[in-house]
């Protein structure tokens, strides 16, 4: 997908300050971080959205989920954080890259925005 901004930060074509990286997932810094860790955690593979995952993402998805806490322990997020997945419109989903926010390095507020 060469008009996706992701795909194109997991080509290469545009930099990030990457965090993590495997062949399957990248963890790069928000441009516009709204905690003192703010980290999007992301398939290579591209995926528009949760509403576009395919029973064949199933395990890629298993393996990234379970990825988290190491890139969280990684960033020093011993005392907890925060995974988000803005979906669609009302999510206020605006890259159509299935990405998850891992938030931290704060005490987080309920409700969100
Ligand atoms: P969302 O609004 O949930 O789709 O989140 C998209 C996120 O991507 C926002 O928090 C943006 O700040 C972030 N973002 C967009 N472009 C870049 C980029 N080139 N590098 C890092 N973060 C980005
Ligand atoms: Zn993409």
């Not at 930060?9 to 990248?26: K, M, R, W």
């Not at 949760?50 to 806490?69: A, F, N, P, Y």
């Amino acid at each position: 997908m060469s008009d996706c901004i992701f795909c194109r930060i997991v080509n290469g074509e545009i930099p990030s300050e990457t965090v993590y990286e495997d062949e399957e997932i990248i963890a790069f810094n928000d441009m516009q971080p709204q905690a003192p860790v703010h980290v999007l955690v992301i398939p290579r593979k591209h995926i528009a959205s949760l509403d576009d995952i395919t029973e064949t993402d199933e395990e890629l998805l298993g393996r990234l989920m379970s990825k988290v806490h190491i890139i969280a322990e990684m960033l020093g997020l011993a005392n907890g954080y925060r995974l988000v997945a803005n979906t669609g419109e009302d999510g206020l989903q605006t890259v159509r890259h299935l990405h998850f926010h891992l938030l931290g390095g704060r005490k987080m507020s309920w409700p969100p925005g």
